[in-house]
Nanobody
Framework: QVQLVESGGGLVQAGGSLRLSCAAS????????IGWFRQAPGKEREFVTV????????YYADSVKGRFTISRDNAKNTAYLQMNSLKPEDTAVYYC?????????????????WGQGTQVTVSS
C-alpha cells in the first residue's frame, strides 16, 4: 500500500521560511517523480514544483521560482520543499504527489498517488 505523508506546515510571517517533507512508503521511491502542489480555499489545486526520480531535473511554477527549492533523498524515501521569502499568497494546503513518468506533470489528474496535505499559512 503506497503512502505519502507530508509534514512541516505551519504558521509563519511573511518573509519567513518553512521546510516541508514528504515521506513515502510502499513504492520504489527512486522510480517515481515527486511533485508538490497547493490548493487555496475556493481554488483549484495548482502545480508548484516537480523533481525527477534521480533528482537531477526540476521544474518550478513561475510564482515560486527563486524562492522554493525541491529536493529528495532516495535513501530516506523522502522529498523536501524548502520555502523561503514566503508571501501571504503562498497560503494553501500543500500536497505531494508521485507518478511514474516526468511528463504532463502540471496537471493534477496525471498524478497517481497523493498525500493528505499539510497547511501552510503566511501572515502579513
Amino acid at each position: 500500500q503506497v503512502q505519502l505523508v507530508e509534514s512541516g506546515g505551519g504558521l509563519v510571517q511573511a518573509g519567513g521560511s518553512l521546510r516541508l517533507s514528504c515521506a513515502a512508503s510502499g513504492l520504489t521511491f527512486g522510480n517515481y517523480v515527486i511533485g508538490w502542489f497547493r490548493q487555496a480555499p475556493g481554488k483549484e489545486r495548482e502545480f508548484v514544483t516537480v523533481i525527477s526520480g534521480a533528482g537531477g531535473i526540476t521544474y518550478y511554477a513561475d510564482s515560486v521560482k527563486g524562492r522554493f527549492t525541491i529536493s529528495r533523498d532516495n535513501a530516506k524515501n523522502t522529498a523536501y520543499l524548502q520555502m523561503n521569502s514566503l508571501k501571504p499568497e503562498d497560503t494553501a494546503v500543500y500536497y505531494c504527489g508521485a507518478k511514474g513518468l516526468l511528463a504532463n506533470w502540471r496537471s493534477p489528474r496525471e498524478w497517481i498517488y497523493w498525500g493528505q496535505g499539510t497547511q501552510v499559512t503566511v501572515s502579513s
